[in-house]
T-cell receptor, first 114, second 112 residues
Framework: AAGVIQSPRHLIKEKRETATLKCYPIPRHDTVYWYQQGPGQDPQFLISFYEKMQSDKGSIPDRFSAQQFSDYHSELNMSSLELGDSALYFC?????????????FGPGTRLTVT | AQSVTQLGSHVSVSEGALVLLRCNYSSSVPPYLFWYVQYPNQGLQLLLKYTSAATLVKGINGFEAEFKKSETSFHLTKPSAHMSDAAEYFCAVQGGSEKLVFGKGTKLTVNP
């Protein structure tokens, strides 16, 4: 079965640079979520999109922005990178339809900021 | 608002012993509850989920969890630990909104 695809899997950037993370949801899933997991931390919700519209927002820094495109893939753009942005970034997708549903997680993108 | 408390950031058991990982939740609406496992440098794998059907939920790899509303708990158990169970385990709650709220995680060590 198709899974959530994230690219790149690993990314190394320097402080103040910009990074773009991509997420390709499972086909026919209508909702995408982004989570950030710092070293030794639990995953924290950043933002979600339902049918290409932002549906919920968590503790996402103003330096970060995200969107969902017409083909349902999503991109997380991160600017003015800081050392503290080093983390594992997960994307998850679900078919929300009319109610809560299980989220399927991608393998994550490990971002290292030096 | 939803929250999850996992009691014990580290749990150590012997191979073949019972595994018990504790999770208590708080939710203003009937919750959906999940247990995920994460192996080092890997993603999150769903072990099992509770979505208001049977209160005893069976998952993969021999794990199960019981939803107890009166105790606001959703503890994860496995009768006999295997070395391959060594990993970090996260309990998560999904309330009215779709986002998942995770606990701090419990790192399980299995000793030979």
């Amino acid at each position: 079965a198709a899974g959530v695809i994230q690219s790149p899997r690993h990314l190394i950037k320097e402080k103040r640079e910009t990074a773009t993370l991509k997420c390709y949801p499972i086909p026919r899933h209508d909702t995408v979520y982004w989570y950030q997991q710092g070293p030794g931390q639990d995953p924290q919700f950043l933002i979600s999109f339902y049918e290409k519209m932002q549906s919920d927002k968590g503790s996402i820094p103003d330096r970060f922005s995200a969107q969902q495109f017409s083909d349902y893939h999503s991109e997380l753009n991160m600017s003015s990178l800081e050392l503290g942005d080093s983390a594992l970034y997960f994307c998850a997708s679900s078919f929300t339809g009319t109610g809560r549903s299980e989220q399927y997680f991608g393998p994550g993108t490990r971002l290292t900021v030096t | 608002a939803q929250s999850v408390t996992q009691l014990g950031s580290h749990v150590s058991v012997s191979e073949g012993a019972l595994v018990l990982l504790r999770c208590n939740y708080s939710s203003s609406v009937p919750p959906y509850l999940f247990w995920y496992v994460q192996y080092p440098n890997q993603g999150l794998q769903l072990l099992l989920k509770y979505t208001s059907a049977a209160t005893l939920v069976k998952g993969i790899n021999g794990f199960e969890a019981e939803f107890k509303k009166s105790e606001t708990s959703f503890h994860l158990t496995k009768p006999s630990a295997h070395m391959s169970d060594a990993a970090e385990y996260f309990c998560a709650v999904q309330g009215g909104s779709e986002k998942l709220v995770f606990g701090k995680g419990t790192k399980l060590t299995v000793n030979p």
